[in-house]
């Protein structure tokens, strides 16, 4: 069922739901395209047009929505349910086993935003230059622990922000038709073949070529056309 946002009296909105009903596709894919040129972007709307795809047999354009929606809303489950049903019906690279550590560092610093991890950064700082002030004045040693506890946190703090950055300015893609992977950004060079619907971080691009990275860690070149970015 297309889910509609409580409260947005919008009139696009409530017509892309009633085309939506009567199982018109594509003419709710427009309507809902149309409220984001608009400038209005919700979770909402992006979940509902990876739903039309989805519907119209498009697997690889339902990800791609799928995705964009848990780039606003990390948490929508019904995006992460369907997200899952559609990538059971396309062919997926297998992605490299991650450390323990590294998942939850991972799951860690995606806690917070940026400007949130920035705030808690500036506020231990604030705290360590206090303690700091306190113990020049009065050199107890429960001063001192806590100053070392405050120069940790202010450690992981920054790591965690400085993470959580690096992850912000990734730019990842969705796979839109079978494509091949090629060594170097000519035709001519060696090349495997990548299955619609995968996921890769674009590394660098150029007019007509892109450089990736596939989740099971090989690296080259692709059309730029065969990719959407998320």
């Not at 709307?45 to 990800?63: D, E, F, K």
């Not at 369907?82 to 992605?95: G, P, Y």
């Not at 560092?105 to 002030?133: E, G, K, M, P, Q």
Request: aromatic letters at 14%.
């Amino acid at each position: 069922v297309i889910k509609s946002q409580a409260g947005n009296p919008d009139s696009l909105f409530i017509k892309a739901t009633n085309f939506y009903a009567s199982e018109q596709y594509d003419s709710t894919i427009v309507l809902l395209d149309s409220i984001i040129t608009l400038g209005y972007e919700s979770d909402h709307v992006y979940y509902n047009i990876g739903n039309c795809y989805y519907q119209r047999g498009n697997i690889p354009m339902s990800i791609l929505f799928f995705e964009k929606t848990l780039v606003i809303n990390p948490k929508n489950v019904d995006a992460l349910a369907n997200l899952e049903i559609a990538h059971k019906r396309v062919s997926l690279v297998e992605e490299l086993p991650n450390f323990i550590f590294l998942q939850w560092w991972s799951h860690f610093t995606n806690i917070f935003s940026v400007n949130i991890w920035s705030l808690i950064v500036l506020t231990f700082v604030w705290l360590a230059c206090l303690i700091i002030f306190l113990f020049v004045q009065n050199k107890k040693k429960i001063i001192f622990n806590i100053i070392l506890f405050l120069v940790i946190l202010n450690v992981v703090s920054i790591s965690a922000l400085k993470s959580k950055m690096a992850d912000d300015k990734q730019v990842f893609g969705i796979f839109i038709e079978n494509t091949k992977l090629y060594e170097q950004a000519n035709r001519n060079s060696n090349a495997s073949n990548i299955g619609q619907g995968n996921k890769a971080l674009i590394l660098d691009e150029n007019e007509d070529w892109k450089y990736i990275q596939l989740k099971d860690g090989s690296k080259g070149w692709i059309k730029i056309e065969s990719l959407l970015n998320i």
